[in-house]
């Protein structure tokens, strides 16, 4: 099972760019990057995932680069809903595989 | 709207009693998990079922039962053998098996003791 590492918390100001990294130095061939958002109080919600390069939806963006070592949840212009604890996680389509560390911490402040 | 419904969403448990958390899905999924967060804390998986009546245990399965006799409900009973049941549970479903998976939470019950 690939294990992330990802800063236990951030501290942003609302207009700001926000960049998450997540290292996965162990992942596998068949493995796809996924990142949720949790508020307090609320099951967690898929964001974006990717296999490799940059993928982009409504919400965020998401850069890996050609190792795959590692990727980059970025958030553009936050605001204050998007204080949450954002996961990263790696697996190969097994449920029961994901783990779900500590998270990062993103406060957004005013 | 699809997706996930977990009752209730707030529940207190005595001291040597049984407790059973809901969990049902009109998403069609295959795949259904619960999981344990206690504060501060990432999900740690309980059980998880791949199918209809067949389930596995997931990392802390101790004092937690389940059953799933339909696609959609997959219940998850705290019994009293479980010492310390104050937490945050959330149940999660996905299509299973595919190389892309992704899962879909509900909202989550928290769980007390009295």
């Known amino acids: 099972l690939a294990k992330t590492t990802q800063p236990i918390s951030m501290d942003s100001y609302e207009g700001q760019e926000v960049n998450i990294t997540c290292s996965h130095n162990?992942?596998?061939?068949?493995?796809?990057i996924t990142w949720y958002q949790q508020f307090p109080s609320q099951g967690p919600r898929f964001i974006i995932q990717?296999?490799?390069t940059k993928v982009t939806n409504e919400v965020a963006s998401l850069f890996i680069p050609a190792d795959r070592k590692s990727s980059t949840l970025s958030l553009p212009r936050v605001s204050l809903s998007d204080t949450a604890v954002y996961y990263c996680?790696?697996?190969?389509?097994?449920?029961?595989?994901?783990?779900f560390g500590p998270g990062t911490r993103l406060s957004v402040l005013p | 709207d699809g997706g996930i419904t977990q009752s209730p969403k707030y529940l207190f448990r005595k001291e040597g009693q049984n407790v059973t958390l809901s969990c049902e899905q009109n998403l069609n999924h295959d795949a259904m998990y619960w999981y344990r967060q206690d504060p501060g804390q990432g999900l740690r998986l309980i059980y998880y079922s791949q199918i209809v009546n067949d389930f596995q245990k997931g990392d802390i399965a101790e004092g937690y039962s389940v059953s799933r006799e339909k696609k959609e409900s997959f219940p998850l009973t705290v019994t009293s053998a479980q010492k310390n049941p104050t937490a945050f549970y959330l149940c999660a479903s996905s299509i299973g098996d595919v190389i892309n998976e992704k899962l879909f939470f509900g909202s989550g019950t928290q769980l007390s003791v009295l």
């Open positions: 996680l790696v697996g190969d389509g097994y449920g029961q595989n994901f783990v």
């Open positions: 990717g296999y490799k």
């Open positions: 162990n992942i596998a061939t068949n493995d796809y």
